[in-house]
């Protein structure tokens, strides 16, 4: 599971990290469909490039390592799969610029990821127009996933002190094991949302339409900055991919 | 008996929750665990039971290493119950809750009902049988998860905060019902914060901090040291606060003293001859 | 008028056999520190709920009778509204902290409110001020002990400013240096003005505190009145009451026709106490 490493937020004082999450997410996605648009090894290599350095302005290159260690065994096996089946011309350079393809992919939505807090996506989100209420459940959901997370691993000691073996018998008796675990945590957790609900009510959640934030998320020259260039980017990859078409020593491959 | 030895024991290779841990708890005693949190407790009773296996050290169950047991196996003889009942219960009948347990633990379908009914009828929930373990109050609840664990009568039964959220008259039962269990030969462990509970059921007391045992011994002595108190983020205990108070005022009451009744009687003794 | 009045009161939550509350007739005034004690099932936690509102907008039930805080009917009108009067807090500390962090927390209830984010942040510092958060202000409500969860719950329901702060056992799930923290807490908050309505189950830690002590049991109020006057009451043995060791001697005392001069609720006021007796 390191291949997720990527996706998790750290606290980090970075030149990215102080970015607005809405400039990030352009940023992302831009990169991530200037990914997309390419199917050869020398464009993924120069868009990697420039999505590097960005990594490494976010101070998350161990991190990055990490996951693309985690991530290995997926592109050894990609890579050998779309060769042998492929039915393009030069099959292994068509399967190493798939490769690179989705570590461009990937690395590109690791950047929103890494760098944004979820109270700042959620905040993004509100001031985005998305309804407060989903907003707050995405956050919330985040806040309680470890405590869920705990909550799982009591039921199990409870169970397993009872005589439930959790981890004998076949797939059809670990199936049916499964339901002294999941039963409890339904039901606990549906007591626990009555119970923050209550809290939630009690603090007058949905009183109003006009609800204010503490903290307001506002766009800097910086941010605008990031924005422009990355549709500028964008749209200057589209017209040169589709339009005017890539200059020969772009699309060398390798012979085989 | 449980026997303990030198036991170390590290979370995910990262916290350490036990230090070198050794004790040993004889049949038919009635032993209470106390500690701050994060003292270890919890850890240690897990390891009596086998959820938890220690990375140096043994664990014997009469003369048995456990280490060669699997949890299901320990559990015939060890009963733990947790703290929150909801933990366990996921069947639709307090009945069926009953024979869950026994016949996980290999009981023939007579032997359980047998010993479920028993189990039931001595917790008073016999007229709940039929009903759902959902619909039931907080405290039904908690009952019917002990009946589970009970049913297949355990020789050691150890508990995880049992008074936590309970009322003086629902402290007073489960008191009655440990005394009960203690008196037919079994051992019983409690792992708690409620040192009046302590103070006033159980004669022995294993104190911890920071994974370690500080004090083990009778419980008058262990709790009435102000320094173990202070290390396991204890408040004295009524009685010991009122003897240390009156011990200020007449050389002859002992600060030691910590029941009801002996406080009682030394009063008595100083009004009835009007000593100064 | 009282702030908080009980008139012929009485709920029965839907699908429940029997009445929750039944007549239930008080009225509190500002300012007291009112401790609600009975067994398990006796209708405390109904009647916490009742006060902000909960009970009967957000349980729903068969309700007779009115509750009026602060001259409000709390069945007509909204939590919301109630809830910047009447604070509560509950019993697990886990499920009252819903934001990742401290400040949000505090921030929360201003926020549903629309208070201005500058008042909002004066608020908050305050109040991590008051309730001693500094060191916990980036933490994500996982990282804290039950005790200081418990602290920035209390710290998120006084962000609304309420006049009353209902506490439903508050501490049950907390250690005791904890529990005693959360309760010097209360004690400090009542001395200032705040009126204090406590669930509290251990007598002992409360009653030295408490300007009055309410008796429930089944629904109905049984006793009303002083500490002293309700823990000496035979009834409190009879339903199960945690009485404090301290007067439980000053009842033994009384039967074998030694009289206290006064109701020790503490183990400092018996040795006193007896010292008095003595040297009469």
């Given at each position: 599971m390191s291949f997720l490493e990527i996706f998790q937020y750290t606290r980090q004082d970075s030149v990215i990290h102080n970015l607005d999450p809405r400039a990030k997410l352009v940023l992302s996605i831009a990169l991530a469909t200037v990914s997309l648009l390419f199917s050869a090894i020398i464009p993924h290599i120069i868009v990697f490039l420039f999505i590097f350095p960005l990594i490494v302005a976010s101070k998350s290159v161990r991190r990055w390592t990490k996951s693309m260690r985690g991530l290995s065994v997926l592109l050894i096996f990609i890579l050998v799969f779309n060769t042998l089946l492929s039915s393009a011309e030069y099959p292994f350079s068509y399967s190493l610029a798939l490769t690179f393809r989705l570590v461009n992919l990937m690395t590109s939505f690791s950047l929103f990821f890494l760098t944004v807090h979820p109270d700042q996506l959620s905040q993004a989100l509100i001031q985005m127009r998305v309804r407060f209420e989903f907003a707050f459940a995405v956050s919330m959901a985040m806040r309680y996933v470890p405590t869920l997370g705990n909550e799982a691993y009591a039921i199990m000691d409870a169970q397993r002190a009872r005589g439930v073996e959790l981890d004998k018998g076949n797939l059809l008796t670990r199936i049916r094991n499964i339901v002294p675990i999941i039963v409890p945590l339904i039901i606990v957790s549906i007591r626990r949302a009555l119970s923050v609900a209550e809290s939630m009510e009690s603090r007058a959640?949905?009183?109003?339409?006009n609800r204010t934030y503490l903290e307001k998320l506002a766009f800097r020259r910086r941010d605008w900055a990031v924005v422009i260039l990355s549709l500028f980017i964008l749209t200057l990859v589209l017209y040169v991919n589709l339009i005017v078409g890539l200059p020969d020593w772009m699309l060398i491959g390798l012979p085989f | 008996m449980i026997m303990l030895e030198n036991i170390h024991f590290t979370y995910e290779g990262?916290?350490?929750?036990?230090?070198g841990v050794s004790l040993q708890i004889d049949s038919s005693e009635l032993v209470a665990i106390m500690g701050s949190n994060g003292a270890g407790k919890t850890t240690l009773i897990k390891h009596i039971n086998g959820l938890l296996r220690p990375q140096k050290g043994r664990v014997f169950l009469d003369d048995r290493?456990?280490?060669?047991?699997s949890v299901a196996e320990i559990a015939r003889e060890v009963g733990l119950v947790f703290q929150n009942p909801d933990h366990q219960l996921f069947l639709d009948t307090v009945e069926k809750e009953v024979l869950f347990g026994l016949k996980k633990l290999g009981f023939s379908e007579d032997e359980a009902n047998e010993k479920a009914q028993a189990t039931l009828e001595k917790l008073g929930i016999i007229d709940l049988v039929e009903r759902s373990p959902f619909s039931l109050s907080g405290g039904e609840r908690k009952r019917v998860a002990l009946a589970s664990v009970l049913a297949s009568q355990p020789r050691i039964l150890a508990l995880d905060e049992p008074t936590i959220g309970q009322d003086a008259l629902q402290k007073r039962y489960l008191a009655e019902l440990l005394m009960e269990m203690n008196s037919e030969g079994k051992t019983v462990i409690v792992v708690t914060h409620d040192i009046e509970f302590v103070i006033e059921h159980f004669p022995r007391t294993i104190a911890m901090a920071d994974g370690r045992i500080i004090a083990d011994g009778p419980t008058g002595s262990v709790l009435s040291n102000q320094e173990v108190l202070n290390i396991c983020s204890l408040t004295s205990p009524q009685m010991t606060q009122a003897a240390q108070a009156l011990g200020k005022l007449y050389s002859d009451i002992s600060p030691r003293l910590t029941q009801l009744d002996e406080l009682e009687y030394a009063i008595m003794q100083i009004l009835g001859s009007g000593i100064q | 008028m009282a702030l908080i009045s009980f008139d012929n009161f009485s709920f029965k939550y839907i699908g429940a056999d029997s009445l929750a509350l039944r007549k239930i007739n008080i009225s509190i005034d500002e300012g007291e520190y009112v401790v609600i004690t009975g067994p398990s099932g006796c209708g405390k936690t109904t009647l916490c709920r009742a006060i902000n509102g909960?009970?009967?907008?957000?349980?729903?039930g068969y309700i007779a009778g009115h509750v009026y805080v602060d001259s409000m009917d709390t069945r007509e009108n909204e939590v919301a509204t109630l809830s910047t009067i009447a604070g509560m807090v509950f019993?697990?500390?886990?499920?009252?902290?819903?934001?990742?962090?401290v400040e949000k927390e505090i921030a929360f209830g201003p926020e549903n409110l629309g208070v201005p984010p500058e008042e909002i942040r004066i608020r908050v510092e305050e109040l991590i001020d008051l309730f001693d958060l500094t060191h916990l202000r980036d933490k994500h409500p996982h990282e804290m002990s039950g005790g200081e969860q418990q602290r920035v719950a209390m710290a998120s329901t006084l962000a609304m400013k309420p006049r009353i702060l209902v506490a439903d056992e508050p501490t049950s799930n907390l250690d005791p240096k904890s529990a005693e923290s959360i309760l010097k807490i209360l004690s400090s908050l009542n001395k200032q003005g705040m009126t204090i309505v406590l669930v509290e189950?251990?007598?002992?830690?409360v009653a030295q505190d408490a300007s009055r002590i309410i008796l429930m049991n089944q629904g109905s109020i049984v006793a009303d009145g002083t500490p002293k006057e309700v823990l000496i009451m035979g009834l409190c043995d009879e339903i199960g009451v945690g009485v404090p060791k301290a007067t439980q001697i000053y009842k033994r005392l009384h039967l074998h026709g030694i009289d206290l001069l006064d109701v020790p609720l503490s183990g400092e006021e018996l040795a006193q106490m007896v010292k008095e007796v003595s040297r009469r």
């Open positions: 959640f949905g009183a109003c339409e | 990262i916290y350490t929750a036990l230090r290493n456990t280490s060669h047991m | 909960l009970v009967p907008q957000f349980h729903r019993q697990q500390p886990e499920n009252q902290l819903v934001t990742l962090n189950h251990r007598l002992d830690l």
